[in-house]
């Protein structure tokens, strides 16, 4: 937790409080019906004939991986110079490569070698957020308008290897700035725009930025956001940016868009002036494509970093075999660039495969819960990949804005950010996809750069609420929490790691290598440490039941609670703060946070709305936490050694004080019945 007072207390680290006592059921399968629910593929897949090809070719992948991926990286990338080595390194080192002595240039292979086959393909289709507001791009031009960009950004003097923020709305000059970059090789930092200025100049100064490329406003369920004006406020504290490159999104002028003279170009001037063609930096397969930030249990955001070939890879044959790809599919996935699935699923994956991508910049629920199936029917969707929290907001409208709209052209229907209950499940197999899809439910994170437990479309029977099998390359195994000992066998629960490096997997933490080590490949030593629990049932499926460490999902968002208590403690008022993560109906989860104030505060309503706020101005509105979820206590429950126990909070703060059990190890076992009262004073 973070304190003022004190010292930091070490990483929280005890997945053991969040997997189910073992001994209260025979089998973590008992009591859920939904584990025997087998659903055969409604259709056949292009790629994989059946599920004994996948499983064929997933044991190939498994007992020969070089020999595998050797073959994979030959037929999937266009190559400057083939790779001599396919693998390198092991987890227990934490030295992994692939592809060495390889060079390439990512846009090249999501552009380029397009152009003789496919130039007038449609590569990407823009829904903006207004319905029927669209722009789409050919490859051909596609090409042209990020070479213009990539060309006007070596004139203003961006260099391969320096890395570039991008604080961008849904729009497509994000697509080209990110390929822009590519181009260069100038890795780019994509950071969500709802982020908050604190944030985005913590990633900005983390990654030692020069350039930062944002867009006057972003426009999003009608409402307006004003980018360039929180970047301006970030770089007050970011002296080393001397170039802000600006799209002009809205066009809007005056105080809500702020224009630097001699600092900051708009990015149409910068492309008008620049040459059509762009020559592409050569690059090894090693060097870094992109950085993205991501929260884990303890600290600040770290900046996970992705080479080039080895994603690129990884990217496009997740892309081809989860979603069943084929020639003529328009492949909707309606995440946001500023996180992993926009980079994988918006942009790398699908350009690379020569698809046509969409990008969306508005809600689900923008002008109303129809729009979603407006688009499908408009666009003649194929594939579409949204997460459980968006599932869960529709649901709530019924059936009737799907059967409004024709949706037959979905053939896929994916999900992926957080586990989907079987109701959310049912409800998009049965009535989004009328049982005639396959559902996805892809489980994968940020570090892994792509799925790794997932359903192949047309190919694996599904069961509501399971990402079902691995992916190609993926070893997974459940070990125990405390021992770190492997549990063979089905019908288990444990922590889940990976036994085997994968192409896609990210090589280090900027700047920290030592930081990588310690998150993923020094908890259960030789293994790749995913931070989440799950059960492998009767049948060999995998269903994940949640983080184990201190990492809260609300709405998809990754947060880590150190960032959150870090925000509160902001405020003069608090001395010390702990925060959870609680179920919540829509969200998944919500933050919930303990609050200790200094002498001389006093707890009120309005001081609740004043921490509320400094979560906001810390990280970002998307993470401010109900009113009712700030609660003033006097002490917090630690071990005798200082470690907070929040499984206690947790349980507190869910009502479930009944199942504390023994707390008289606590170093003041009288905080609890005070934490008790003050959350239910607020009930
Ligand atoms: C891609 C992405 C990663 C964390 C991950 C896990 C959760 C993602 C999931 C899922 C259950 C799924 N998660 N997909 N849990 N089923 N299909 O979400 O990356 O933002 O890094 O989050 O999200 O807890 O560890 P990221």
Redesign the pocket.
């Known amino acids: 937790m973070a304190s003022k007072i004190g010292h930091e207390t070490q990483p929280h680290f005890s997945p053991h409080q969040r997997i189910r006592n073992m001994s209260e059921t025979a089998s973590p399968c008992d009591g859920r019906p939904e584990m025997t629910q087998l659903h055969p593929p409604p259709q056949t897949a292009a790629n994989v004939e059946s599920l004994e090809a996948y499983q064929a070719m997933y044991n190939e992948s498994i007992t020969d991986p070089d020999g595998f991926w050797s073959r994979m990286g030959k037929e999937l990338v266009t190559w400057h110079r083939e790779f001599d080595t396919v693998s390198h390194g092991s987890f227990a080192e934490g030295d992994i490569a692939w592809y060495l002595g390889g060079e390439l240039n990512v846009s090249v292979n999501c552009l380029d070698r397009h152009l003789k086959t496919r130039g007038d393909k449609v590569a990407l289709i823009w829904e903006g957020d207004e319905p029927g507001d669209v722009r789409k791009f050919t490859y051909r031009e596609l090409h042209r308008e990020v070479c213009k960009l990539a060309s006007g950004m070596r004139d203003a003097g961006v260099k391969a290897g320096e890395c570039v923020a991008l604080y961008m709305p849904m729009v497509p000059e994000a697509i080209f700035a990110m390929l822009a970059c590519a181009r260069l090789g100038a890795p780019h930092s994509v950071v969500f725009a709802g982020f908050s200025a604190d944030a985005l100049r913590d990633r900005i100064l983390d990654a030692g930025c020069r350039v930062v490329m944002t867009a006057d406003q972003g426009v999003r369920g009608g409402r307006r956001t004003n980018l360039k004006k929180t970047v301006d406020e970030a770089l007050l504290e970011c002296p080393g940016v001397d170039l802000v490159i600006v799209h002009q999104r809205t066009g809007e002028t005056g105080p809500d868009v702020p224009f630097v003279a001699g600092r900051d170009v708009y990015m149409a001037d910068l492309m008008a002036k620049a040459r059509p063609y762009c020559v592409p930096a050569v690059r090894n397969a090693e060097d870094t494509l992109f950085v993205l930030y ?1 929260s884990g249990s303890t600290g600040r955001p770290k900046g996970v970093l992705h080479t080039s070939a080895g994603y690129l890879v990884w990217a496009m044959m997740t892309h081809k075999y989860t979603f069943d790809l084929r020639d003529d599919d328009v492949f909707a996935c309606m995440a946001d660039i500023g ?3 926009g980079h994988t699923y918006n942009c790398y994956g699908p350009l690379a495969n020569g698809a046509t991508s969409m990008l969306f910049e508005s809600t689900p629920l923008y002008p109303d819960a129809g729009r979603y199936w407006d688009v499908v029917e408009r666009h003649g969707v194929t594939q579409l990949y949204t997460a459980p929290t968006a599932i869960r907001a529709l649901m709530k409208y019924g059936s009737e804005p799907v059967q409004k709209y024709d949706t037959s052209s979905l053939r896929v229907l994916g ?6 209950a079987p109701l959310a499940w049912n409800w998009y197999n049965e009535v989004v996809g009328a049982k005639q899809c396959t559902i996805v ?7 892994t750069g792509g799925h790794m437990l997932t359903a192949l479309a047309g190919v694996t029977p599904t069961k509501p609420g399971s ?1 079902t099998l691995p992916f190609f390359g993926v070893k997974p195994a459940i070990v125990e929490p405390d021992t770190g000992n492997v549990i063979e066998g089905n019908e288990v629960e444990g922590v889940l790691v990976m036994q085997q490096p994968w192409p896609g997997m990210c090589r280090t933490v900027l700047g920290d290598h030592q930081r990588y080590l310690n998150t993923y490949m020094t908890a259960y030593s030789g293994n790749y440490f ?3 629990g799950a059960i492998r049932d009767m049948d060999g499926y995998y269903w ?1 039941t ?2 184990v460490d201190d990492v809260v ?1 609300v709405s ?1 968002h ?1 947060l880590g609670t150190a960032e959150i208590e870090a925000a509160v403690v902001n405020h003069d008022a608090c001395v010390e703060a702990a925060a959870i993560g609680i179920p919540h109906e829509l969200k998944g989860q919500d933050i919930f946070v303990y609050v200790i104030l200094h002498n001389g505060y006093e707890p009120s309503d309005d001081l609740a709305h004043e921490l509320r706020d400094a979560v906001k101005e810390g990280i970002g509105s998307f993470a401010k936490p109900a009113a009712s979820n700030i609660v003033f206590v006097e002490g917090l429950p630690k071990t005798r050694s200082g470690k907070l126990m929040r499984r206690i909070l947790r349980l507190i703060a869910t009502g479930e004080e009944s199942r504390l059990g023994d707390v008289s190890t606590l170093a003041d076992p009288a905080v609890v019945p005070a934490i008790i009262a003050a959350v239910k004073a607020k009930r």
């Open positions: 991501t996180w992993i699935t999900t992926v950010g957080e586990p989907i439910d892809t489980y994968w994170q940020t570090e990402a995913t931070g989440d994940i949640g983080r999902n998809g990754r």
